[in-house]
């Protein structure tokens, strides 16, 4: 695996896909103290990094020849990549997907002209199944990560960034089973050795980030995270090789960072990213990496998100960010008690979004009640002047949930 055969992989993707430029923001760089730049492949063709590698191999295939169908097996992203690039080369392709995969995911892979067959709950259970596949119906298969062909696609990605932003200091990038992680740190390392690059995964699905650290092949039991696209047990071993060899570091972030990182995207951008696309942002967001004053690559690896997640993963970036609490209030249950309490909540701006009252607890005394409210507020500051408000107007505040 070099750079000869990352720039032969971009020279047969340059008719195909979309260079999105670095992109500068004013907005993370404030708050991170150092210039922070965001490559967007939430924009590609397929709403993904993806296609790269799948079009690098499926082509390579058809100019070798005697190949007419593929399969493989994918959390979504890959999917879609297979299923373009099969088309383009009319070739007919099935590919293995968990039964967890985002409807919309399912949809688009079909909508590119493939079979889908829904298998497994994880992405292990589905590669198991797409051998299967491979061998009964003689179909050739296409590795989502493991494959040096589909490494040297996705590492095109290593090579625009350099040209664009030559002087960069740190480019962090998602990994799952490692294909993106591998191909782009191989290209830049060989392009820069100076520039550090780190991998990001969540913490929920940490098995690069732990076989890192040891130095050693580790699979992981039980995964789970709201990052579907990067949700894998087991790590590639080409995948791995490069990364010990060219990667300086490998973090996680949680579920809540994740979220909030797609909230900040949103709203401070106006980019839609899916939960794996946004930890790179994550990363540098929590502040686990220290980069002020350095020139630091977000590698936004897709966009591909069920528009019926994204109001639960919104809410659980709000929660995380401190933006919508629940307060328990213990009170009297009598009439204009609850008019008291929205009076002292209207007073300190926090809005209301749900009410509800527990007359059951074993600890209430009779006529007493709790109240449980949610509220939506500015921030913890927000929510702990709320608190003292309540408090003050002799109102027994129980706790607030984070939930």
Partial sequence: MTLDNIKEAQRRLAPVVQ????????????????????????????GSFKVRGAYNKIAKLAELGGVNSIVACSAGNHAQGC?????????KATIVMPKTTPIAKIKATEGYGAKVELYGDYYDDSYNRALEIEKTEGAAFIHPF???????????????????????DYVIVPAGGGGLLAGVAC??????????????????????????KEKTH???????????????????????????KYVDDVMTVSDGEIASAIIHLIERTKLVVEPAGATPLALLLSGKLNVKGKKVACLLSGGNIDVSTIGKIIDRGLVSRGRKIEFSIQLQDRPGMLEKVSHILAEQNANVISI??????????????????????????HSERVAKALTASGLRVLGESRR
């Fill in 356 to 381: 509800t009252y527990d007359r059951m607890s074993a600890d209430l005394e009779f006529g007493e009640t709790i109240l449980h409210i949610g509220c939506e507020v500015g921030g913890r500051e």
């Fill in 218 to 244: 580790i699979c992981t039991d039980v995964i789970y995270t709201i990052a579907d696209g990067i949700a894998v047990k087991n790590p590639g071993n080409i995948t791995l090789e490069l990364i010990n």
């Fill in 19 to 46: 260079r999105n430029r670095l992109d500068h923001s004013s907005t993370f760089s404030a708050m991170t103290g150092s210039d922070v730049y965001l490559k967007c492949e939430n924009l590609q063709k397929t």
């Fill in 83 to 91: 299923a373009f690039a099969a088309s383009s080369m009319g070739m």
């Fill in 187 to 212: 290209a830049i390392k060989s392009i820069n050795p100076n520039v550090r690059v780190i991998g990001v995964q969540a913490a929920g699905a940490p098995a690069i980030a732990l076989s890192f």
């Fill in 146 to 168: 493991d494959d040096e062909d589909v490494i040297a696609g996705q590492g095109t990605l290593g090579i625009e960034m350099t040209e664009e932003v030559p002087d960069l």
